[in-house]
C-alpha cells in the first residue's frame, strides 16, 4: 500500500507536538512493508525533523512553496500564543491563510503520489480540502482528544470566536460543508485519537472515531540528544518538568521559579527543559536545565512531572505511570488538564493560582509514595501499555486503504 502522512509544520523546531504521535503508526506501517511518504504543511520539516522522519524508514515530501511573511515569525508567534485577546491571530497565521496559496500544490502533489490513503493532522484544512476535491479516503490523526471538545470557552485559553466565520467561509468556497470539532477537521472517514476510555469519554466523541490506545512507539524515537545523565542524582527523586517547544523559548519566571525553590526545600532534584534558560549563564546547582530533553527516558527516572499539558506530554506521563501536575499555559491545554482531573492521574491547576505555597503542597502530595494520584497513574498506564496504539491504528489506516 502506498500512504502519504500529512504533519502540521509551522516553523523550524516548533511543531513536535504535532510530529510525535505520527512516529509510532509511521513505524509500525514501514515494519508491515508498506510504501509511506511524509509530507508538512504549511511548511517544509527542519532538518533534524527530515532525519527523524527518514530514519523510520519514510520518504520526505517537501511542500509547496510558500511566500515569506504569510506565516507570522516564531517570535510573534510565540508572543500571541500567552496573548488572550489575539492568540487566535496565530492560528489564522498558520491554519487558514496558507491555504489559498498552497491548495493547487497539494493537491497536484497527492495526485503525482497516487497514495491509497492520506493519514493527516486534523487540523490541516488545506489538506482536507485537497482530500475532499480529490475524492481521497483520509484518516485524521487527532492530536490530543481535542476532538471532543465542542466549545472554544471551556477547552482553549484565549479568544478563538474570531476564527470560526472566515474558517467556515474557507470551506464554503470549496463546496464544503465543514464539520469542526474545535479547531480539528472532523474526518468522515475515520478519526484516530491515542488514549484508552479510562482517560476519554467516548461518548462525548464524533462518529467515526477511534480510540487506539497508547502511541509512544517502541524503541527509539528517532530524535533522541545526548544528556547529561552522568549529573542525574540517584539518591534524590527527579521533578522533570518541560513546557513544550513554543513555550520553551520564553522565561515562565511565574511558574518555573517556584518549582526551583520547591525542588531545594525537598531535597530533589529538578531536570527543566527550558531553551530560555539553558542560553544563560546562570548557576542551577544540582539541578540540570538543558534546551530539549529526551522525555521518554527522563520521565522513567521521575517521581512528577510538571507540564503546560500538551497532548503527547500528557500521553507519554499516562503511558510511563508518572503523575502529572498540569499548568495550562495556552491554547488547547486546558482539554488534557481537565481529563488529567477527571480521571485521577494529577493535578490541574491553573497559572493565577500556582504559588511558591501551591508548589510545594502539590509536589508533596505527589511525591508521597502511593499516593492515590499515582495509584491511578499505574492502573491506566497498564491499560495503555495493553493497547498497541501504533498497530491498532494501522489496521484502520490500512482497512481504509482497501476500500
Known amino acids: 500500500m502506498k500512504i502519504l502522512i500529512i504533519t502540521l509544520q509551522v516553523s523550524d523546531g516548533n511543531s513536535k507536538g504535532h510530529i510525535h504521535p505520527f512516529i509510532a503508526v509511521t513505524k509500525k506501517l514501514v515494519s508491515l512493508g508498506h510504501d509511506v511518504s511524509w509530507l508538512s504543511l504549511p511548511r517544509a520539516l527542519a532538518k533534524a525533523d527530515c532525519q527523524q522522519v527518514e530514519s523510520l524508514g519514510a520518504k520526505v515530501v517537501f511542500p509547496p512553496p510558500l511566500k515569506e511573511g504569510i506565516i507570522k515569525d516564531n517570535q510573534e508567534?510565540?508572543?500571541?500564543a500567552m496573548d488572550a485577546e489575539n492568540n487566535y491571530q496565530a492560528y489564522k497565521s498558520f491554519l487558514l491563510d496558507p491555504v489559498p496559496h498552497q491548495l493547487d500544490g497539494i493537491i497536484a502533489l497527492i495526485k503525482d503520489l497516487s497514495p491509497d490513503v492520506v493519514v493527516q493532522d486534523n487540523v490541516l484544512y488545506s489538506a482536507a480540502i485537497a482530500c475532499t476535491k480529490l475524492k481521497m479516503p483520509f484518516v485524521s490523526?487527532?492530536?490530543?482528544?481535542?476532538?471532543?471538545?465542542?466549545?472554544?470557552?471551556?477547552?482553549?485559553?484565549?479568544?478563538?470566536?474570531?476564527?470560526?466565520?472566515?474558517r467556515q467561509e474557507l470551506f464554503e468556497s470549496h463546496g464544503i460543508e465543514g464539520n469542526f470539532r474545535l479547531f480539528e477537521y472532523v474526518s468522515p472517514h475515520a478519526n484516530i485519537i491515542f488514549a484508552t476510555e479510562d482517560f476519554v469519554d467516548k461518548a462525548e466523541l464524533p462518529a467515526n472515531t477511534y480510540l487506539v490506545g497508547s502511541g509512544v512507539p517502541e524503541g527509539k524515537r528517532g530524535d533522541e540528544i545526548d544528556f547529561p545523565w552522568d549529573k542525574v542524582d540517584p539518591t534524590k527523586p527527579i521533578i522533570y518538568a518541560a513546557f513544550g517547544c513554543v513555550l520553551s523559548k520564553m522565561p515562565l519566571e511565574d511558574v518555573i521559579s517556584p518549582i526551583f525553590k520547591a525542588a531545594d526545600k525537598l531535597n530533589a532534584q529538578l531536570i527543566l527543559a527550558s531553551e530560555y534558560l539553558a542560553a544563560t549563564d546562570q548557576d542551577f546547582g544540582n539541578h540540570i536545565v538543558v534546551a530539549y530533553a529526551p522525555q521518554?527516558?527522563?520521565?522513567?527516572?521521575?517521581?512528577?512531572f510538571i507540564t503546560h499539558g500538551g497532548a503527547s506530554s500528557v500521553m507519554e506521563t499516562i503511558y510511563q505511570g508518572i503523575p502529572p501536575i498540569v499548568i495550562p499555559l495556552s491554547s488547547d491545554q486546558p482539554v488534557q488538564a481537565q481529563l488529567v482531573e477527571r480521571a485521577g492521574v494529577g493535578l490541574n491547576i491553573a497559572r493565577e493560582d500556582w504559588n511558591d505555597e501551591l508548589c510545594l503542597k502539590s509536589l508533596q502530595t505527589l511525591l508521597e509514595p502511593e499516593n492515590k494520584f499515582a495509584v491511578k497513574c499505574k492502573s491506566l498506564q497498564e491499560n495503555y501499555h495493553k493497547n498497541d496504539g501504533a498497530e491498532n491504528a494501522a489496521k484502520i489506516i490500512l482497512e481504509m486503504a482497501r476500500r
Open 141 to 166: 490523526i487527532c492530536v490530543g482528544p481535542k476532538i471532543m471538545g465542542k466549545d472554544f470557552n471551556q477547552s482553549y485559553l484565549g479568544n478563538l470566536e474570531p476564527i470560526i466565520k472566515p
Open 296 to 304: 521518554l527516558e527522563i520521565l522513567q527516572k521521575s517521581s512528577v
Open 77 to 80: 508567534l510565540a508572543r500571541l
